[in-house]
């Protein structure tokens, strides 16, 4: 990415900061829009972005001028010897819009093809200790990177589930209406499943090859559910069992209020492979390491399938917590790497073996300043 450009997001009334290629460090006081640029560049990709909002809460609180985007993220991406004008926002009609060199896209998964990212947040820091939903996200992240229509089946399966709890919970209960929604719900399910399974595969062989020879532990990835082990079990039956057991939970799922089987449920487990422990059980350092190692591994397959070009990776006040034998082990394995690294932190000097490699801005009041690059 060499250029990005911010229209009422957040604290950005507009915003505009032109990059090397390299990797980019923001460093400044909290509360200076650092994230919010984190924030920006993470929704030029499928999903709801490192914050998970929902688009409305992107605008920035302030008078918009009338047919003027709600807010808009735009950003120049290239990708060897092609370059790419991206962009996305949020409507009057508050529909969601995504565009490429000039032209309506299909969807904001077409961008996933021109551009992958990965991040991890302070947020993230909990993952292995809080609910499975955020470390399903996570793993569907990761999975975006390989199959950018994994995005897509999601929402599908979401919007399924959805309207058939409200069929079982305000009828009509028509078996026909039902069973299209079931199918829908399976047929998307079962690939989202598959799609997981895959990319852990992909990640498992990575990590290994990794190993504990550098400074970030090697872990080991399973994914544990339902409808992963009906999928082992079952193998091209799974869609047909499936939905006969979405067919068979219609009155406890309407007694529950909810839908109690489906890839929604399932839990990513993560091991640290040398002390054999779950990840939970491990100190908040030792996790915070597993996290960094899956998401420099993802970035090297990334790289290794789509002709060296490493994902966009976002990097949110991870190297304050890293003692210095971590931190230059990241910075090295990023430079190494050839990803483009968007970095924050309120210390400058922590960033300070990067000053060669890196563009290094001071950000205040969302507001940008060169300082080395």
């Known amino acids: 990415m060499t250029r990005l450009v911010l229209t009422n997001f957040r604290s950005y009334t507009q915003g505009e900061i032109g990059v090397s290629g390299r990797s980019v460090v923001l460093a400044g006081p909290n509360g200076a829009g650092k994230t919010n640029l984190l924030d920006a560049i993470s929704l030029l990709s499928p999903g709801r972005g490192l914050r998970g909002s929902r688009l409305g809460d992107h605008t920035r609180k302030g008078p918009v001028a009338q047919g003027e985007a709600l807010w808009g993220v735009a950003a120049t991406v290239a990708r060897g010897a092609e370059s790419y004008d991206i962009g996305t926002g949020l409507m009057p009609d508050e529909r969601r819009q995504t565009r490429m ?22 947020a993230m820091d909990r993952l292995f200790i809080e609910s499975a939903s955020g470390r ?17 089946r999601a929402t599908r399966y979401e919007t399924a589930m959805r309207e058939r709890a409200r069929l079982l919970k ?11 929604l079931e199918s829908q719900m399976a ?10 399974a895959e990319t852990i ?93 899956i998401v420099l591994a993802d970035a090297w397959e990334l790289a290794r399938v789509r002709n060296g070009h490493a994902p966009i990776l976002l990097l949110d006040e991870v190297a304050a917590h890293l003692d210095a034998r971590r931190r230059a082990a990241l910075f090295d394995e990023i430079t190494t790497l ?12 922590i960033f300070s073996p990067l000053r060669s490699r890196a563009d290094l801005f001071a950000v205040a009041d969302s507001q940008f300043t060169l300082i080395s690059g």
Request: glycine residues 10%; negative net charge.
């Open 338 to 349: 050839g990803a483009q690294a968007w970095m924050t932190g309120t210390d400058i000097e």
């Open 187 to 196: 047929e998307t399910g079962i690939a989202m499943a598959i799609a997981r």
């Open 201 to 293: 595969a992909r990640l498992n062989i990575a990590l290994a090859q990794r190993g504990d020879a550098g400074a970030f532990p090697c872990a080991q990835l399973a994914m544990d559910g339902e409808t992963d082990q009906l999928l082992a079990e079952n193998g091209e039956a799974a869609l047909d069992t499936m939905r006969e057991r979405l067919a068979s939970a219609r009155v406890r799922d309407a007694q529950a209020g909810r839908t109690s089987f489906g890839p929604h449920l399932s839990d990513l487990g993560v091991r640290h492979t040398r002390k054999g422990m779950n990840a939970q059980e491990c100190s908040t350092g030792e996790q915070k390491a597993l996290l960094i190692s």
């Open 136 to 152: 399903r996200r996570f793993l569907d992240r990761l999975v975006f990177g390989f199959d950018s229509a994994h995005a897509s």
């Open 101 to 122: 060199n000039g032209a309506p896209a299909e969807s904001a998964g077409a961008l996933g093809e021109i551009v992958q990212m990965s991040w991890l947040t302070p």
């Open 170 to 180: 305000f009828g009509p209960r028509d078996p026909a209406w039902l069973d299209a």
